[in-house]
């Protein structure tokens, strides 16, 4: 199974990281400003996908993402500007290097084009029943 560490840039120009195995489903749940979604994407509504990366174990996506949580805002749009620095993190911490893949801004967009098309669907399934 592969588990993504991703970075959403919200309305506010603040980043919030989070993990999961389905971007796009999670991607939808803090859009939707639901209960499934983290508390702080309620209030600060996230607009892109900006970073990205894959692992298939488990413990290193929880460790990347409590690195990226403390990793100063400075640091994080370094990351987001160079996301393979994501394996400088890793070496630093003793980790395997190649154990992160560096998702494409190709696949990033594609991703939220995904979200997307399905909240449209939603919505527009919404609006026919009104």
Not at 24 to 44: C, F, L, M, N, P
Not at 86 to 105: I, N, P, R
Request: contains cysteine; proline residues 2%.
């Amino acid at each position: 199974m592969s588990y993504f560490i991703y970075m959403l840039r919200c309305e506010d120009n603040s980043l919030y990281t989070g993990i999961t195995v389905d971007v796009a489903r999670r991607i939808a749940e803090h859009v939707s400003g639901g209960s499934k979604g983290a508390k702080y994407t309620r209030s600060h509504k996230p607009i892109a996908l900006e970073g990205l990366w894959k692992t298939q174990d488990k413990a290193a996506a929880s460790w990347l993402e409590w690195r990226i949580k403390h990793l100063t805002r400075s640091q994080k749009d370094m990351l987001l500007q160079a996301p393979q620095q994501v394996h400088d993190l890793a070496q630093a911490a003793q980790k395997q290097t190649g154990m992160f893949e560096v998702v494409s801004a190709q696949e990033r967009k594609q991703l939220w084009k995904e979200f997307d098309d399905k909240t449209s669907v939603s919505d527009a399934s919404c609006s026919d029943r009104i």
